[in-house]
């Protein structure tokens, strides 16, 4: 699949706009160097991108709104001596509502001598980004050739389908989401949003869905902020990566209804008709929009390294007072 969209690049039939998207250490990244490296230097030489005034790469931190308007600016514009310009979006996912919806007009008329690469999770963009890109995704096999691996494996059909499904046709994410510990944390995690979004905020429920048991010694000034485990031999810590999966766990079930709400895509979430149907009905696109960029914001600030607990609870918090 990649070396189809490298030889389109080469071709010069590629679309202007492009999303690679897939798991982290697909090799996301790599690959969208390597098409702007084809698009900009006319080689598969992506080191060379170092010294290329016509490539520009942005999201690896903070993004401001400023900053991609004027990036948009200079997109609109021919390359430096002539050339074609190539600017490659990391970790799109994580850009703002705001940051996607200027972005939109761009990837509607991109520049003819421009190539914009979007990479990351497709969970966390905008199905108006979505639809507007070529999708490139690293490790993913069709859906029904995802479940056919499943069946195989001892699965049964329906389920087989639905985890294909809930994993966008990548195997490897299929089998780890359908273990009996994922479905679990899954499971619980889904509680934990509907309480969170209709009853209450479940601070404790949550901190306890991610909290485990680190190897570290407690410190020897015995100050500390994390709640400490029994015997002092270890301390209850906030798991970053889990923490991290019930966010995004949180975003695909609000795409989801934001999909529902503007009527494209299937739901991903096929087994939480309801609970979508409930947050489609109650919120209005724009809330739930919102809701997403700061359910996102939050993955950010934790890759970031944020307390992990401290995030959590901000995020659960505005979760509730957002059905006010």
């Given at each position: 699949?990649?070396?189809?969209?490298?030889?389109?690049?080469?071709?010069?039939?590629?679309?202007?706009?492009?999303?690679?998207?897939?798991?982290?250490?697909?090799?996301?990244?790599?690959?969208?160097?390597?098409?702007?490296?084809?698009?900009?230097?006319?080689?598969?030489?992506?080191?060379?991108?170092?010294?290329?005034?016509?490539?520009?790469?942005?999201?690896?931190?903070?993004?401001?709104?400023?900053?991609?308007?004027?990036l948009l600016s200079s997109a609109a514009m021919q390359g430096f001596n002539g050339g074609q310009r190539a600017f490659v979006f990391v970790n799109a996912q994580r850009m703002s509502t705001q940051i996607q919806n200027t972005l939109l007009k761009t990837l509607e008329e991109p520049?003819?001598?421009?190539m914009l690469i979007l990479t990351g999770n497709?969970?966390?963009?905008?199905?108006t980004i979505r639809s507007r890109c070529v999708i490139e995704r690293l490790g993913a096999g069709s859906i029904e050739e995802t479940a056919q691996a499943l069946v195989t494996d001892g699965m049964l059909a329906q389920e087989a389908n639905f985890y294909a499904t809930l994993s966008d046709g990548i195997l490897s994410r299929a089998r780890a989401y359908?273990?009996?510990e994922a479905r679990t944390f899954r499971a619980e995690a889904i509680r934990i949003l509907e309480r969170a979004i209709f009853?209450?905020?479940?601070?404790?429920?949550?901190?306890?869905?991610?909290?485990?048991?680190?190897?570290?010694?407690?410190?020897?000034?015995?100050?500390?902020d994390e709640p400490k485990a029994k015997g002092g031999k270890k301390r209850k810590k906030g798991d970053v990566q889990l923490a991290l999966s019930l966010l995004t766990i949180f975003i695909s079930v609000f795409q989801d209804a934001l999909n529902e709400k503007l009527r494209v895509l299937s739901p991903r979430n096929s087994d939480q008709t309801i609970l979508i149907h409930n947050i489609a009905s109650h919120f209005t696109t724009a809330r739930i929009q919102g809701i997403i960029e700061?359910?996102?914001?939050?993955?950010?600030?934790?890759?970031?390294?944020?307390?992990?607990?401290?995030?959590l609870d901000s995020a659960l918090a505005k979760l509730f007072t957002e059905n006010g």
């Open positions: 699949m990649p070396n189809r969209l490298l030889e389109a690049i080469q071709q010069d039939r590629a679309s202007h706009a492009i999303l690679i998207s897939g798991p982290e250490g697909s090799g996301r990244r790599e690959l969208a160097r390597r098409c702007a490296a084809l698009f900009c230097l006319g080689e598969d030489a992506p080191k060379r991108l170092i010294n290329c005034p016509n490539y520009y790469e942005i999201g690896e931190n903070a993004v401001k709104v400023d900053d991609i308007r004027t520049h003819s001598e421009t497709e969970f966390g963009l905008l199905p359908a273990t009996e009853e209450y905020a479940p601070f404790s429920d949550a901190a306890d869905l991610i909290t485990i048991l680190s190897a570290e010694p407690e410190p020897d000034d015995g100050i500390d700061m359910l996102s914001s939050s993955q950010q600030k934790l890759t970031a390294g944020a307390n992990v607990y401290l995030t």
